[in-house]
């Protein structure tokens, strides 16, 4: 066989895999778009669409979600970019199988281009190998992390943000794009050396223009074209077709190959990742935080008591199986990266809990493959026998997943008179474990970290309500609380008339709208003290401490006394919508009857839920936390902190940043603005803090359940503020000083102090009384 011969064998061998990638590819986006479209309504996900556009554009091209490594950030932006870029390269290789001196014309030697070319097919090639060298000394993990072992939540601990990650799928995504690349660049480097050398095909044309055999046209690949030239033409004209050969087969077979794995996330995420990131919850760009996603009936959001009497009492609240998730959340599993950034800082996961937000992704996204897989062949793929044995039909799926369900299934009894079905499985149980799904602290790390926006928040609370709601199925610890809270509208089970305690020890009276003030309007803030502000003693401090404060700097102020009732956040964060709702309206309704429209609070979750989620409900107030108005009055010089007489006397001191303070609102300068206001103090950051700050283990209602799994997420995070040498740490919500006020002493055995912001601007502006 001739070297033409051979060389249009190997353009047909090319073009049969093109033909066969191309159709697996296309499959794949049929599949893919009728798995997407089972899912329920999601509302509001595509419009407005203009907006959602430019900020779709501006999220990837700017690459803002890749957050805390800047050079994985640049290295992905550039392997990124080079697909689109380089996809005409494809078309070159295949032209030069067919005739070693194809161009593509014009754009061929056109400058700009070429440099545009190299300069990416370069820095994705360097970017690939960086991210593959990470993901080899990152490692993928053990058994022994898996279960648990190693996973204290130590800001030091190394467990690998790859575990769980299907390794040899991001090898040969990785592969694929440095093999593709180095193509490129090598064809470019035959291109010159054959155009130095003079080389022709068998036609005698010439392969390459001799004219633009330079640094202008080749800015970064002629210096390697010219050690190429040295070669004989034979061989250069060899190498260009192999190059040509291995880029095309090389970028089909990755074609073929996520054609038919359809949940290969880490491939498909180039695609799918634009359209979740659009359809995000909210067009302007910000995460899908702070508020909590309303429950949606039949695709409408539940904000109303109307809404609720008309519930018909076959409605499905929440999510139970893979028919209750909407399009949004399965679109989310499928474009799950498997990079483990969630995981990485969840605070759960991080302390030897169950649960990984990217695991229970993955878990989802494989069930619904599986259910999916089964369905094509009718429900009965699993049956069983007169005598109760399980027959799996020979075209089962028998995925590791599908098969672990059909266990857990038998094991349960719940395979039906017949047969099984995996779209019919209780996903929590079956697919989720409770331990993982209540072992949620709802802190958003992993919904802040995550660089393709899947909103794994909403996925959890979705279980939870259809848990607590349909299936009456929660912690034993929620029953007091959910019980007081509909008896006696706050979680401690103590009697409203217990609300005013903390004040009686004060100098001055706290006036009480309804008693002192007629309504609001004869105040400048509402202070709404929460239900820990007033029934918690250690938080009785701080809710003095801020009053004090108000009254020093002249702020004229009222508080809601006896009216004043639970927001509802542990409710709705345990799952318990319902008694949210009723909480809220009451709530509301006080409000708006005292005529409220500012609002400082002392708890981040009080701060969240009234700022951010009252307002779908019928309540619009202006809300403040406590730190952020305190900071204002010492910055206008109506609150003067003094410097101890001794400048020696400082304390170290470290600021936790409050999860619904922080991550879900962005309230981040403020605290420590007021704690540097006091020269009586000296600030030091934990290793995690600001938007990596690890939770104290309060939130998702976790503050009212017992950890028995693991590390306290409270004792790693004393330890973590141990280890910077403070004595103090400041925080700025009640529930953070009373977790970690529960765990005082670090492992190492040294006693930390827990204080609010609040308490110690306090103390520093009662030292010129001292």
């Known amino acids: 066989m001739s070297v033409v011969d051979l060389r249009l064998a190997m353009f047909g061998v090319a073009f049969l895999i093109t033909i066969v990638g191309l159709l697996a590819f296309v499959r794949a986006l049929f599949v893919m778009y009728a798995r997407v479209s089972e899912g329920r309504p999601a509302p509001g996900r595509l419009t407005p669409v203009g907006p959602r556009l430019w900020m779709t554009v501006k999220t990837i091209l700017s690459h803002r979600e890749f957050k805390g490594r800047p050079w994985v950030r640049v290295a992905h932006w550039f392997v990124m970019l080079s697909f689109p870029i380089l996809a005409l390269t494809l078309i070159t290789g295949m032209g030069k199988l067919h005739s070693p001196g194809f161009t593509l014309g014009p754009l061929e030697h056109f400058a700009p281009w070429e440099w545009i070319v190299e300069a990416f097919a370069w820095t994705s090639f360097a970017g690939i190998l960086g991210l593959i060298v990470l993901r080899v000394v990152s490692g993928h993990g053990s058994r022994e992390e898996a279960a648990g072992e190693g996973r204290t939540g130590s800001a030091k601990s190394k467990v690998s943000r790859f575990l769980g990650s299907t390794r040899w799928q991001a090898y040969f995504v990785e592969a694929v794009v440095a093999l593709v690349v180095f193509a490129v660049i090598g064809l470019r480097a035959l291109a010159y050396a054959a155009a130095v050398a003079g080389v022709t095909d068998e036609t005698g044309a010439l392969v390459s223009d001799p004219a633009v055999a330079n640094a202008l046209h080749y800015p970064t690949t002629a210096w390697l074209g010219q050690l190429l030239a040295q070669m004989s033409d034979a061989a250069i004209l060899n190498s260009i077709t192999i190059l040509s050969f291995v880029k095309v087969v090389t970028s089909m077979t990755w074609m073929a190959v996520v054609g038919v794995q359809t949940s290969m996330g880490v491939a498909w995420h180039r695609f799918l990742a634009i359209v979740n990131v659009y359809a995000r919850r909210n067009a302007d760009g910000s995460k899908s935080l702070g508020a909590a996603a309303p429950l949606l009936v039949d695709g409408v959001p539940l904000t109303s008591e109307e809404q609720l009497e008309e519930l018909s009492d076959d409605a499905t609240l929440g999510i139970g199986e893979t028919a209750d998730l909407t399009w949004k959340q399965r679109l989310d599993f499928m474009t799950c990266t498997e990079c483990g950034r969630c995981q990485e800082l969840c605070p759960a996961w991080n302390t030897g809990k169950p649960l990984s937000p990217k695991l229970l992704t993955l878990s989802l996204r494989d069930h619904i493959e599986a259910a999916e897989q089964m369905e094509a062949i009718g429900d009965k793929a699993y049956t069983k026998d007169e005598e109760g044995n399980i027959l799996v039909d020979s075209n089962a799926p028998n995925t590791a997943h599908s098969m672990d369900l059909l266990g857990a299934l038998i094991a349960s009894g719940n395979t039906g008179e017949t047969g099984v079905s995996l779209s019919a499985a209780p996903l929590v149980g079956e697919v989720v474990s409770e331990d993982a799904l209540w072992a949620c602290t709802m802190c958003g790390a992993c919904v802040d970290q995550c660089p393709v926006d899947i909103e794994h928040i909403d996925t959890i609370l979705g279980l939870r309500r259809h848990q607590v709601l349909m299936e009456s199925a929660f912690p034993r610890e929620l029953a007091r609380p959910f019980r007081s809270l509909e008896t006696k509208a706050n979680p401690y089970n103590l009697p409203a008339r217990k609300r005013l305690d903390w004040a009686k020890d004060l100098e001055f009276d706290v006036p009480v709208i309804g008693e002192d003030v007629e309504d609001a309007s004869e105040v400048d803030w509402v202070f709404w003290v929460g239900c820990a502000g007033a029934y918690d003693d250690k938080a009785k401090k701080t809710t003095r401490a801020i009053a004090e404060l108000l009254h ?28 949210f709702q009723m909480l809220a309206q009451q709530a509301i309704e006080t409000l708006n009857e005292a005529n409220v429209k500012k609002i400082v609070v002392s708890c981040a979750h009080c701060f969240n839920t009234i700022a951010n989620e009252y307002p779908d409900l019928g309540g619009t107030f202006e809300v403040v936390h406590h730190t952020q108005l305190l900071n204002r009055l010492v910055r206008d010089g109506l609150l003067t902190p003094v410097a101890p007489e001794n400048p020696d006397s400082g304390r170290k001191i470290t600021y ?100 609010d912001v609040a308490v110690l601007m306090l103390d520093a502006v009662k030292r010129s009384e001292g």
């Open 552 to 579: 020093t700097a002249g702020v004229r102020f009222a508080v809601l006394g006896n009216a004043e009732t639970c927001t509802g956040d542990p409710a709705r964060r345990a799952g318990n919508e319902l008694l």
């Open 656 to 755: 936790h940043d409050p999860c619904f303070l922080g991550r879900h609102n962005n309230i981040y300068e403020a605290p420590r603005e007021l704690l540097g206001a006091n020269a009586a103090l000296e600030i030091v950051e934990m290793p995690r803090s600001g938007e990596t700050a690890m939770c104290c283990g309060a939130g998702g209602a976790r503050a009212w359940m017992e950890e028995t799994q693991g590390t306290r997420i409270s004792q790693a995070r004393v330890n973590e503020a141990a280890d910077t040498g403070a004595e103090v740490i400041a925080t700025a919500c009640p529930f953070c000083s009373q977790m970690l006020g529960a765990t005082p002493q670090s492992d190492s055995g040294k006693t930390v102090e827990i204080q």
